[in-house]
């Protein structure tokens, strides 16, 4: 498969190197080291499909043409447009030309992120109660250095759609929603802290993001009846851990079973291999979950902005 990407920048550039020998060629308005300035320069027939690195507000335009033009699209989460609709037409349009639309969240592809989803679905932990994550890095001042990263919802949409597909990811949420507990601007224009919670319990989420932590940092606790589980740290900032406890009843020290795994970052590697083989297999777009987020995090973005406290 002939791959092309569009928008070298830090996301292009790791795109660039896990595509390998499909890689082709480069598009960048600004970047000289880009073979093209626009994607229409591109000749048709050189490529069968794009690698999506660029800003939100571009993003449906760009896959439109490409769809139109019966290219298969691997776009940088989020999937973000201010209409609905526009995602509706995307997924019809996709599955008219017969290609794929996929919206990229290389974290589905951590192994720990794969074993909690596994233990979910295995039912081992009984019903499940509350399930509480963190993701922070420390790149406010690198956002805040960028005039069209530190503006509107700021760290929302860029870690917190991560979270947001983590949830779909191993619960198979879709109709939740949520309430903004806090949104702080400690350093930047934008939110640089956020915290979310959901209205329901089914399980009940906690959902903590920050551009602060100036060691980058995930975390996760899932408590349920029978036990809990715990994932601390990603594979590319590692050594990450993965802990299941088995409840003792009525209390005590429960069974613990741990796995500590230090390696290279694998998912951008095996998220590429995930998109070929769509490709390839003539899989059918779904972008239902998209939509979910879109709306999601566009409610959730206006109540991020109005509830905001400057520091």
Known sequence: MRIIVVGLGVQGYKRRE???????ASVDPVNNEANYKKIEDVPLLSYDAALLCVPDEPKVELITYLLNNYKHVLVEKPLWSDSDQAIINLEALALAKGVVCYTAYNHRFEPHFIKMR??????VLGKIYHCR????????RLVRQSVWRDQGAGVLPDLGSHLLDTANFWFGIAEEKFSVI?????????PDHV?????????????????????NHFTCDIFAEKGSAHISSLCKWGPTTFIHRTRVLPSGRPKEEAITLSQADPTWVAEYKYFKKLCQSGH????????????TLRALSKNVILDVVEC
């Open 118 to 123: 596994e233990l979910i679905a295995s039912k």
């Open 18 to 24: 896990f595509a390998g020998f499909d890689y082709i």
């Open 133 to 140: 994550m963190f993701y922070g890095n420390g790149t406010a």
């Open 284 to 295: 059918k777009t779904d972008l239902s979950v998209d939509l979910w987020l879109n709306k």
């Open 195 to 215: 915290v979310l919670a959901s209205q329901n319990i089914s399980p009940q989420l906690e959902m903590e993001m920050t551009l602060l932590s100036w060691r």
């Open 182 to 190: 806090s949104s702080r601007c400690f350093e930047n224009n934008a």
